[in-house]
């Protein structure tokens, strides 16, 4: 049972840790290489792409703008770049056509490179075709640049707080109302076996009292 308990904790931390790691923004110091729209018809994956641009009708395929980067390490990169709308997560983002545009100004080469820096959610998997969505994208003077996520380290604590007072908070209900009522149960059914041993020692005693008894 103890087995049981932990490997539950641990997959319900695993799926926490994926949803915060899939939901909360990621920076990205990169070279922007390309842009372009691209037509996609939306199959197993649907659930890792956006909702239709603001006031766009939803169908099973629409054009899709996508930004094409490298790393300072060599390492490629695509995002794609999708509205969130009132959405989830809740990014509220309804600049898509002025971010494609953004993107595209800053676009450079390898012998001149721009470095900025996407500001992006999600992830990058090639098996299932999944795209982090970017979200904004910021030129910047060098790749060295480091990045200090306070939104994510507010977040963070804001949730690490919040789980910290409803732990105090069930801690007192249980100190106050789960245990007084078990430590009465418990009391009440000691009451019950000690009357039910008396009455199994009453009828023993009857039943002995019928016994044959030795003769003198």
Do not use: C
């Not at 969130?84 to 309804?94: A, H, I, L, M």
């Not at 676009?107 to 001149?112: E, F």
């Not at 069930?170 to 009440?188: C, M, S, Y």
């Amino acid at each position: 049972m103890r087995y049981v308990k932990w490997t539950l904790a641990t997959l319900l931390a695993l799926l926490v840790f994926a949803f915060l790691h899939y939901t909360l923004p990621q920076h990205d110091v990169a070279r922007i290489v390309g842009t372009e729209n691209r037509r996609i018809d939306f199959g197993e994956n649907s659930i890792f792409w956006a909702a239709p641009d603001s006031g766009t009708a939803g169908t099973s395929n629409r054009d899709v703008f996508f930004i094409q980067a490298v790393y300072p390490n060599g390492r490629t990169m695509e995002y794609r770049n999708e509205d969130t709308g009132w959405g989830w997560p809740p990014y509220f983002k309804f600049d898509t056509h002025g971010l494609q545009t953004e993107a595209t100004d800053l676009i450079s080469t390898s012998a001149s490179p721009r470095w900025v820096v996407i500001t992006h959610y999600g992830w990058r998997n090639k098996l299932f075709t999944i795209f982090p969505n970017a979200v904004g994208v910021q030129a910047v003077d060098s790749p060295d640049l480091r990045i200090i996520p306070w939104v994510n380290i507010v977040i963070l604590a804001a949730l690490a707080g919040m789980l910290l007072l409803l732990w105090r908070m069930w801690q007192q209900f249980r100190e106050r109302t789960i245990d007084p009522a078990l430590e009465d149960v418990g009391e009440a059914w000691d009451k019950v076996d000690e009357k039910a041993d008396a009455a199994r020692g009453r009828i023993r005693r009857w039943l002995d009292s019928w016994k044959a008894r030795p003769r003198k």
